[in-house]
């Protein structure tokens, strides 16, 4: 008989269930069904492990799943029972589900799912299948579900209510019943227990109301800058929002939080299945105004965002380099340090905002001739490579005979004036991304040269961009998943000898 094939066999039984979907089979379902299929073959369990409320979607983040493969290291045993693949693990790549599997088939012990039985010793060609199919489900489960409650989030959001987290400063979370009618206040930790019932923001507590108000007073009437408004704050012993000193960008936070005027946005942020959060574009947020009872007047709050526009202004480059002159005048030298006191007490760019627009600050040092050692070296290892990059061109293109010359770091193609930029991939919003600074607009063409990685050996790459696509000082290209540029990519660099 089959059951005698076990006889004597050991095992320990793996549990999860995920406090994301109420449907699962609890824990005690699951081990009820594992003692079955032990008793019907014979097999005896040893130990459970017991992961409650835990995602399958990462191993690392279920406490026992790491503690079971630790035992199996240690232990003697034969199989290790689980419910069903889902049970495994809901792991997006389902080669990861193989892996841990295989983790535990190097250690002597075999992984059954107790929904499909002892199927690899009748056919393991089918049980291979089968395991495939299961483990694409259980990950395809995950994504269908993640896509469900995204749907039904931004539907809750576009009717102006809460769809989870804290609120703001200065504001409470309101418990709303089936007719919208209010409820009680809901305290930090607490959830609403019926689905038709909804969350809102109302006014909370008045000194942290009080606060709000002087903060924008402040910054209007008595025209303070958002420095001098956090000192005083500390000076007077006020927490801010975390119960931390007061800075310039807590300050900032207030001044430009929507919620203080009944306005609700959702989806500025967007984090699916364990993947790093991302921000959203603004044409994607669901904005909904008068959605609960502001404590700031509109006018009030749109002369601050006035105000907090003239500070952020889209300064030309003539602009930021002659505020670079001046702190060279003041100081004798430049650093970001010195640009940033000096956007306080002149209201003028960030450094930030020199790195933005010039890709480096050493890129903006060289527009006032102030080279310290260290700019002095990031350029000259740039021309270098720029000079690579140029004989890798003019190789391509002297093969076949083209008229092609180099001159004052610009390369001449047909008399056009070609200059040549790189970029190495940098990781922003969780993609990756080229990004190319026009160094000068003087030119007609620009022949942009994305690398395959940070060590900048293999080209992955090439975009020409004509005098009329540079009016913009940067350009920034998602190496994956960016189509609005296809049009300039260059399969073949012999293309530009076409140039006219």
């Not at 505020?323 to 006191?341: M, Q, V």
Request: charged share 35%.
């Amino acid at each position: 008989m089959i059951k005698d094939n076990y006889l004597s066999k050991r095992a320990v039984m793996y549990s999860r269930h995920s406090a994301e979907d109420k449907q699962e089979f609890s824990i005690p379902l699951q081990e009820e069904e594992g003692k079955k299929f032990a008793d019907k073959f014979n097999i005896k369990i040893i130990k459970f492990f017991r992961d409650a409320g835990k995602s399958g979607l990462k191993a690392e983040n279920r406490p026992d799943f790491l503690k079971l493969y630790e035992y199996a290291k240690t232990h003697k045993f034969d199989y290790v029972l689980v419910f069903d693949a889902t049970r495994w693990g809901r792991f997006q790549d389902t080669d990861e589900a193989a892996y841990y599997e295989m983790l535990f088939k190097r250690e002597g012990k075999r992984i059954i799912y107790i929904e499909r039985g002892f199927i690899e010793d009748e056919n393991p060609l089918l049980a291979s299948l089968t395991k495939s199919i299961d483990r694409y489900m259980a990950a395809d489960y995950s994504r269908k579900l993640s896509e469900k409650v995204s749907l039904g989030s931004k539907k809750i959001a576009s009717l102006g209510f809460s769809v989870g987290g804290k609120a703001p400063y200065g504001l409470k979370r309101m418990l709303l019943n089936s007719h919208k009618q209010p409820v009680s206040i809901l305290n930090d930790g607490e959830r609403k227990s019926i689905d038709n019932e909804r969350v809102t923001f109302t006014p909370g507590d008045k000194k942290e109301i009080e606060i709000i108000k002087r903060i924008f007073h402040q910054f209007t009437e008595e025209k303070l800058l958002k420095k001098e408004i956090a000192q005083l704050l500390n000076k007077e012993g006020i927490k801010s929002p975390k119960g931390k000193l007061w800075d310039t960008g807590k300050v900032h936070d207030i001044l430009n939080n929507e919620n203080y005027i009944g306005t609700k946005i959702y989806n500025k942020r967007t984090q699916k299945l364990k993947t790093p959060s991302r921000k959203n574009p603004r044409d994607e947020w669901i904005k909904v105004e008068n959605a609960f009872e502001a404590i700031i007047l509109k006018e009030l709050f749109f002369r601050v965002q006035e105000k907090l526009g003239q500070l952020k202004v889209h300064y030309t480059q003539e602009e930021l380099i002659s505020e670079l002159k001046k702190i060279y005048r003041e100081y004798k030298r430049i650093t970001s340090l010195l640009i940033n006191e000096w956007k306080e007490s002149k209201n003028t760019a960030c450094a930030s905002t020199y790195t933005r627009r010039f890709v480096s600050l050493y890129n903006a040092y060289i527009k006032v001739e102030y080279m310290p050692k260290r700019a002095f070296n990031f350029f000259k290892k740039r021309e270098k490579q720029r000079l690579i990059l140029v004989g890798h061109v003019k190789e391509k293109l002297n093969v076949n005979g083209y008229n092609v010359s180099y001159k004052d770091e610009f390369l001449y193609i047909n008399n056009k004036k070609i200059n040549i930029i790189h970029s190495i991939p940098r990781k922003r919003h969780g993609y990756k991304y080229w990004t190319f600074y026009f160094e000068t607009q003087k030119v007609d063409y620009v022949l942009c040269i994305g690398f395959e990685d940070k060590d900048a050996k293999d080209i992955h790459k090439y975009y020409l961009f004509p005098k009329e696509m540079i009016k913009e000082n940067i350009v920034n290209i998602n190496v994956s998943r960016d189509s609005k540029y296809d049009d300039y990519i260059i399969e073949d660099l012999n293309e530009i000898s076409h140039l006219n």
